[in-house]
């Protein structure tokens, strides 16, 4: 069969070593900046793991201020909040510090604050986008959400409704990983945000909408490195070689995600977040199981599925085989060894919930 053609993007810049978050201030210097943003949430900044992309800014000799406000699944207000004190500092860079909530903050930012004429309500879509974005570095701190790499930024909307931007302005000019700022990240939010990466990694190999080759080897790889050291991770947290690993897995799933979308896991988890509050990582390990049980009906997800299998539960698939309940049972169990919870009602949802969660779920729409 003959390859299928596609168009693959991706940020121009990766840097990824131990301490690399101290080098950020030299890199976005070289892009032009002179009055850098740091954009990051209040437990970054109490932890200190902010500050240190602060000073390597600021010993670069550049002006550095931060907003530390970022929450969970970021308002729109929020959003208008950074870009007003963006303005008024007369920022020329951005820094994108912390999980997902921050670096999606961050690149919206970036745009807004660039050349455009166009308001946020303007730019909900897909390239929607019209103009040039400041320079835009991104440092994670989770392993996890890939946002460092994608060019997308989910927004919340209204009281609990998602809207996403998507635009290649949107990548950052530098995805910085550094295990360092990781090393304290606890167990149950490593182990959420780990198998939220390992969710992009199985929607972009088993996505029907511009599925490509080279998603298909970044997913696969992916899951190596996150089914290698997750429970490495979890078990000690200052193993640096396992936390290296895993941001560049979580990087690699972005990627691949990022140019072959995520499908009926993030869908279903989206109104979990937004109505009760659950973090991104948690409602995705939640929906995971279920989801996949239900496509395993499909012969042609099946078929993908028996590929991922052994690569995340080598010694289960030795066992039982490579079938699409194998790998449901493994991510159920990982759920239970790593200690997060494994059902709804484990997180304040009710029966009566279910009818209203999946009615916004068919809203999802990016």
């Given amino acids: ?50 500050d240190i992309v602060v000073e390597g800014v600021e010993v670069a000799g550049l002006k550095c201020s931060v907003y530390d406000k970022v929450q969970e699944d970021p308002p729109e207000v929020i959003i208008t909040e950074i870009i007003q004190q963006c303005k008024a500092g007369e920022v020329d860079g951005i820094v ?26 303007e730019v909900y879509g897909v390239d929607k986008c019209v103009g040039r974005r400041l320079p835009l570095i991104q440092v994670p701190t989770t392993a996890g959400t890939g946002s460092e790499v994608t060019n997308i930024s989910v927004i919340t909307t209204g009281v609990a409704e998602k809207k996403g931007v998507v635009g290649g302005q949107l990548y950052a000019d530098y995805a910085v990983l550094d295990g360092d700022l990781t090393l304290t990240l606890p167990p149950k939010v490593t182990a959420a945000t780990g198998i939220d990466a390992m969710v992009h990694a199985i929607e972009a190999y088993t996505s029907k909408f511009k599925k490509n080759v080279l998603s298909d080897v970044l997913a696969r790889e992916a899951l190596r490195l996150l089914g290698d050291n997750i429970r490495r991770a979890c078990e000690d947290g200052r193993d640096a070689e396992a936390r290296m690993n895993m941001l560049l897995g979580s990087l690699y799933a972005g990627m691949a995600f990022a140019n072959s979308p995520c499908a009926a896991v993030h869908a279903l988890a989206y109104p979990i977040g937004s109505h009760f509050h659950v973090p991104h990582g948690l409602s995705n390990s939640l929906m995971l199981p279920h989801v996949l049980r239900f496509n395993g009906f499909l012969p042609s997800a099946a078929e993908l599925y028996r590929d991922l299998t052994p690569i995340v539960f080598p010694k289960l698939s030795a066992i039982r085989g490579n079938g699409a309940e194998v790998l449901a049972d493994g991510y159920a169990q990982l759920s239970v060894d790593l200690r997060i919870p494994t059902n709804l009602k484990e997180v304040g949802i009710k029966n009566t919930d279910l009818q209203f969660l999946a009615a916004e779920a068919m809203k999802v729409d990016r």
Avoid: H
């Avoid at 069969?1 to 990824?16: E, H």
């Avoid at 903050?105 to 166009?118: E, H, I, N, S, Y």
């Fill in 96 to 121: 994108g510090v912390g999980g997902g909530s921050s670096m999606d903050a961050a690149k919206l930012v970036a745009f807004m604050c660039g050349d455009t004429r166009q308001t946020i309500s």
């Fill in 1 to 50: 069969m003959a390859m299928k053609g596609f168009l693959f993007s991706t940020v121009p810049n990766i840097l990824c070593e131990l301490g690399a978050s101290k080098k950020v201030g030299g890199l976005i210097k070289n892009l032009g900046s002179k009055k850098v943003l740091v954009v990051t949430d209040p437990g970054l900044r109490k932890l200190g793991l902010a």
